[in-house]
Nanobody, 122 residues
Framework: QVQLIESGGGSVQPGGSLRLSCEAS?????LGWFRQAPGKEREFVAA????????YYADAVKGRFTISKDNAKNTMYLQMNSLKLEDTAVYFC??????????????????WGQGTQVTVSS
C-alpha cells in the first residue's frame, strides 16, 4: 500500500509563496492535492498522474499553483505563488487511480497524507 509523507506548510503573508512536498512510497496512478478550511468541505486543488498526462487545477488556483514531479525521489510538489487569505487551509495530498472524470473528487483517492497547515495572513 502506498504511503504518503507531506511537508512544507507554514505561514506567509498575502502575495507570498510556499512549496508543499508529498513523498510517496511508490509511484502509482495519480496524486491529488486537496485542502480543507475550518467549517468547509474538502476541496480539490490540483492533481497529476505520475506518468504522462497533464496537470489539473481548480479554477481558484489556476495560474498561481503549479505541480511538478521528481520521479527519482517519488515526490510531487505543489508550488503555491501569489497566496491569498482564502488559501488558508490544511492541505492534503492523496494517492489513487482516478479516471479522468473523477480526478477532482476526494472519493477517487484512497490513501491520504497527514495534512499540512498553510496559513496566509497579514
Amino acid at each position: 500500500q502506498v504511503q504518503l509523507i507531506e511537508s512544507g506548510g507554514g505561514s506567509v503573508q498575502p502575495g507570498g509563496s510556499l512549496r508543499l512536498s508529498c513523498e510517496a512510497s511508490q509511484r502509482d496512478g495519480a496524486l491529488g492535492w486537496f485542502r480543507q478550511a475550518p467549517g468547509k468541505e474538502r476541496e480539490f486543488v490540483a492533481a497529476s498522474r505520475w506518468i504522462g498526462g497533464i496537470p489539473y487545477y481548480a479554477d481558484a488556483v489556476k495560474g498561481r499553483f503549479t505541480i511538478s514531479k521528481d520521479n527519482a525521489k517519488n515526490t510531487m510538489y505543489l508550488q503555491m505563488n501569489s497566496l491569498k487569505l482564502e488559501d488558508t487551509a490544511v492541505y492534503f495530498c492523496a494517492a489513487g487511480r482516478p479516471i479522468l472524470s473523477t480526478i477532482r473528487r476526494p472519493s477517487a483517492y484512497n490513501i491520504w497524507g497527514q495534512g499540512t497547515q498553510v496559513t496566509v495572513s497579514s
